[in-house]
């Protein structure tokens, strides 16, 4: 740290993105993207995009919205996009969290959390998640915090049902809950219908898993009127162009091809139950997961152990240090091949063990 960064925020410790190594070809199980290439449409329209690259892009992402309210039946005023829902997470913080309005998470989340919190020096209350690793929706039950959660949780897969949804949201009217929806669809249920009814919801969501784009960075979140105001309010206040044109035109296509990521959901959701069963009858526990991750320990073999013999053969999945978890790993559903790959390592650095 130089001795100009700023007192207010020399205890910040930055979010640690997953590793992307570059000394050899791996089959990479580890920052939750999809298997797929994005749909030969999306690619054109980014391509030919690229030849406008001089000129700003639409602050009100025109296409987008349009397309977007049309395909998810909801009215114009109510979705903002912006750069991976990373930024739409941080725009709410910075606008709705302050010290009358702390805010509450699970323990094992979406560690990002905690650091929007901190960025924006906001208390935060992080509430230990059942010994099972679900959450128990009761804990934030009037709890008179902000509330986020991710739904599916991140690493453990886990949902929560939409009532559990409705009673965190409807008890705590004098709060904002975000509901992050990062990947809600490999089989979980949108909290969206509900913002119709409660003027305190935020539902975000992400085009870099079931979408294929989390290269081009593209987010969004959905609320009242009022919310996506106040979030414009940030977003204008600090990045207005904050959805590239290639991104942008790329979104828009995305949303076009509808249906092309929704088989390629079906297909991850397949892989995901096919490789859940298979590592279990070799011994793992692994969560019941709605997302495209699964997330796994084994009880004679060390977390962190598993993730560097996979490593070595050119696996790469995600270990946590953290101690609640560090037996786990949490491992992203690609191909069938690249399943049946992770399968193969699993086996023989099991046998390996128990030599
Ligand atoms: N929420 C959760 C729970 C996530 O796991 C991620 C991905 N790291 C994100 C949000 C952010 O995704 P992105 O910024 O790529 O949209």
């Not at 997470?89 to 905690?114: H, K, T, V």
């Not at 809950?177 to 969501?205: C, M, R």
């Not at 399968?343 to 030599?355: D, F, G, Q, V």
């Amino acid at each position: 740290m130089s001795r100009f960064f700023t007192e207010r925020l020399s205890s910040l410790e930055a979010y640690v993105p997953g590793e992307q190594p570059k000394d050899m070809k791996y089959i990479k199980l580890n920052t939750n993207e999809s298997p797929f290439p994005p749909s030969p449409s999306v690619i054109e329209a980014a391509k030919e995009e690229a030849g406008r690259l001089q000129l700003y892009s639409d602050p009100e992402c025109t296409p987008l919205v349009e397309k977007f309210a049309e395909l998810y039946g909801i009215q114009k005023d109510r979705v903002i996009f912006s750069n991976g829902s990373d930024e739409v997470l941080n725009f709410a913080f910075m606008a709705f969290f302050d010290e009358n309005r702390p805010a509450a998470f699970p323990d094992i989340s979406y560690g990002f959390y905690p650091v929007f919190a901190r960025l924006n020096r906001i208390a935060y209350e992080e509430i230990p998640l059942r010994e099972d690793f679900s959450v128990n929706y009761k804990d934030y039950v009037g709890i008179g915090k902000n509330v986020v959660i991710a739904n599916p949780n991140a690493p453990t897969g886990l949902s929560l049902t939409l009532t559990e949804v409705e009673e965190i949201v409807k008890s705590n009217p004098d709060n904002i809950v975000i509901i992050d929806e990062a990947y809600v669809d490999f089989g979980g249920v949108s909290a969206i219908p509900l913002t119709y009814k409660y003027g305190n919801l935020i539902v975000t969501g992400t085009f870099s898993k079931s979408r294929s784009l989390a290269g081009a960075r593209l987010g969004f979140g959905v609320a009242c009127p009022e919310l996506i105001r106040d979030l414009n309010t940030i977003k204008y206040s600090t990045n207005p162009y904050n959805v590239n044109r290639m991104t942008m035109m790329a979104g828009y296509r995305a949303l076009c091809d509808n249906g092309y990521y929704m088989d390629n959901c079906k297909t991850v959701m397949e892989n995901r139950e096919y490789t859940k069963h298979a590592l279990r009858a070799l011994g793992f526990t692994v969560t019941d997961s709605m997302a495209n991750f699964l997330f796994a320990a084994h009880p004679r073999l060390d977390g962190e152990e598993y993730y560097s013999e996979l490593r070595k053969r050119g696996i790469l999945v995600r270990h946590f240090s953290k101690e609640r978890i560090k037996q786990y790993n949490r491992i992203t559903v690609g191909t069938r091949e690249e399943m049946d790959a992770l399968l193969r390592a699993t086996e023989e650095i099991i046998k390996e063990k128990s030599k």
